[in-house]
C-alpha cells in the first residue's frame, strides 16, 4: 500500500462537525509453485514426493508473475479526504473515500459553495489511512489539524486551540476509507456574529486624526467589511481598511507602559489580561482597557484620546457638595456597568453621607482606560486625583504634577476603579 501522504494542511476556524469512518481490506498472500529456477523467486519448502523419489522445491514469486501464476496483487490504490469550511459558518463539509486528491477538494468546496453560496476554503485533505480533528473553544471557532490514526490530529488540534483560547473541546473526527462518503450540511447555514475594527489609510487631518471606527453585531464578514468601510470612509472622506476583526469572541484594545495602543480578539473575556501580556511588545507593560464584544449590535466612531466607550474594568464617577462645605470627604463608587449608572449613585452616596446637594467632581472624568486613582489634598488645600495604569504610574503621575505646579503632595488614598465599591475618602 503506498504511504499516506499529505495533501493540505493548516490551521483555519471554522465550526460544527460530525464523525464518519471509513476501512481498507487486508492484501491476500501470494501463491506458491514449482521452483523453475528463475532468479524472481525464493525456495520457501519442499513438495510431496513419490515412493524413492524426492518432492520438487515450492518457491514463491518476488518480483513479477511466475510463466503460469496469476499476477501478484498490485498495490492498493490511493484513497483522499478533505474538509472544506467557510469563514461565515460555524459547519463543515467533509468528503472522503475518493480517488484523487483534486476530486475530494472539489466536492468538498462544491457542498459547502451549495450553503454558503461561495468563497468556500479546504482546511485539511489527506490521502489513505488519515483522520482530521476538528476542536472547538467557548466562542464556537474551531481548529482543525490532521495526520495519521491514532490521536495524534486531536491531541494538535487541542494544542493549537490552547494556545491562544480557551474552553478547547475535541468536536469530532473525520476518517478516511475506500468506502465514498461525505458530511453535507443541509440548507442554509447560520452566519455566524463579527465584529470588525477599521482607520484611514492616511492621514484624515482634522478632526478625524485620532479615531478609529468600530461595528458588530452583524451576521457575515463581507457585510460587517462593508458596514464599516462605509461608515469610516463616509465620516474621514478618505480610503479605510479594515484593522481587526473577531466573529463570536470579542475585539479588544490594548495600551502599552508608553501609551501606544493596539487591538486583539479574544474568545472569552476570562483570557483577555493572559492574551494583552502575551501579545505586548517585548520589554513593554501592556493594559486590556476597553472590550467590544461580536455579538452586541453599535456603530461607534472612537475617539482614541478621549474616554472609552466599554471600559473592562467598568465605569467609576466621584462627587462632591456643590457649594463650599465642611465636608471633606469625596463619595466614590467603581465597576460600575455604565457611566450614567456610576454618576447617578456617586451623587446619591454623596448626599446621603453630607446632607447636601452635590454634583460630580469630574465632569467627564472617566477616560477608561486607568485602573487606579489615588486622592489627595495638596499644600495649598486643593483637592487632587491623579489616574494610573498601576498604582506605581499613578503616584509617579502625581509626583509629576506636583513638582510641575510647585506644591506638596501628600501619599493619597489609592483606590482600585475595578473593584466595585461604594466609598467615602477623606482627603
Not at 494556545?163 to 468536536?171: H, I, K, L, N, R
Request: proline share 6%; net charge neutral; with cysteine.
Amino acid at each position: 500500500m503506498p504511504e499516506m501522504r499529505k495533501t493540505v494542511g493548516w490551521t483555519i476556524v471554522v465550526a460544527g462537525v460530525a464523525t464518519m469512518t471509513g476501512f481498507i481490506g487486508e492484501t491476500p498472500a501470494m501463491a506458491q509453485h514449482v521452483c523453475s529456477g528463475r532468479p524472481d523467486e525464493v525456495m520457501i519448502g519442499v513438495g510431496r514426493g513419490g515412493p524413492g523419489v524426492a518432492g520438487p522445491p515450492l518457491c514463491q514469486w518476488v518480483a513479477g508473475p511466475g510463466p503460469d501464476q496469476a499476477p501478484p496483487p498490485m498495490p492498493m490504490p490511493e484513497f483522499f479526504m478533505a474538509v472544506a469550511t467557510h469563514r461565515d459558518s460555524s459547519e463543515i463539509w467533509a468528503t472522503w473515500g475518493h480517488a484523487s486528491d483534486e476530486a475530494a477538494k472539489r466536492t468538498a468546496l462544491d457542498g459547502c459553495a451549495r450553503a454558503m453560496g461561495g468563497e468556500c476554503e479546504i482546511a485539511a485533505a489527506w490521502s489513505n489511512r488519515a483522520e482530521i480533528a476538528i476542536v472547538r473553544d467557548v466562542a464556537g471557532s474551531l481548529w482543525v489539524e490532521g495526520d495519521a490514526r491514532g490521536g495524534k490530529a486531536k491531541r494538535l488540534a487541542l494544542a493549537a486551540c490552547r494556545e491562544v483560547s480557551t474552553g478547547c473541546q475535541d468536536a469530532g473526527t473525520v476518517t478516511n476509507g475506500t468506502d465514498r462518503g461525505e458530511y453535507f450540511p443541509s440548507g442554509p447555514a447560520t452566519r455566524r456574529t463579527f465584529a470588525a475594527v477599521a482607520w484611514p489609510k492616511k492621514d484624515p487631518g482634522p478632526p478625524w486624526q485620532g479615531k478609529v471606527w468600530l461595528v458588530s453585531g452583524i451576521q457575515g464578514y463581507q457585510a460587517t467589511e462593508q458596514a464599516v468601510l462605509q461608515r469610516c470612509q463616509t465620516e474621514s472622506g478618505v480610503a479605510c481598511e479594515v484593522g481587526k476583526w473577531d466573529a463570536g469572541g470579542a475585539l479588544v484594545r490594548v495600551l502599552d507602559d508608553q501609551r501606544q495602543g493596539s487591538w486583539i480578539r479574544v474568545s472569552d473575556a476570562s483570557i483577555v489580561e493572559e492574551r494583552a501580556k502575551v501579545t505586548c511588545a517585548k520589554g513593554r507593560t501592556c493594559l486590556a482597557v476597553e472590550s467590544y464584544d461580536a455579538k452586541t449590535p453599535r456603530a461607534l466612531t472612537l475617539d482614541l484620546s478621549a474616554n472609552s466607550e466599554n471600559p473592562i474594568r467598568g465605569f467609576f464617577s466621584i462627587a462632591w457638595p456643590k457649594a463650599k462645605s465642611s465636608w471633606d470627604k469625596l463619595a466614590i463608587v467603581t465597576g460600575r456597568p455604565g457611566r450614567d449608572d456610576a454618576d447617578a449613585a456617586a451623587i446619591a452616596l454623596c448626599e446621603k453621607d453630607s446632607g447636601e446637594a452635590c454634583e460630580l467632581y469630574l465632569d467627564n472624568g472617566d477616560r477608561g482606560f486607568d485602573r487606579y486613582a489615588v486622592v489627595l489634598r495638596d499644600s495649598d488645600r486643593n483637592v487632587r486625583v491623579h489616574f494610573g495604569v498601576s498604582p506605581a504610574d499613578a503616584q509617579e503621575r502625581k509626583k509629576q504634577s506636583c513638582a510641575k505646579y510647585g506644591v506638596t503632595c501628600s501619599e493619597g488614598r489609592m483606590t482600585d476603579l475595578a473593584e466595585p465599591a461604594s466609598l467615602l475618602v477623606g482627603y
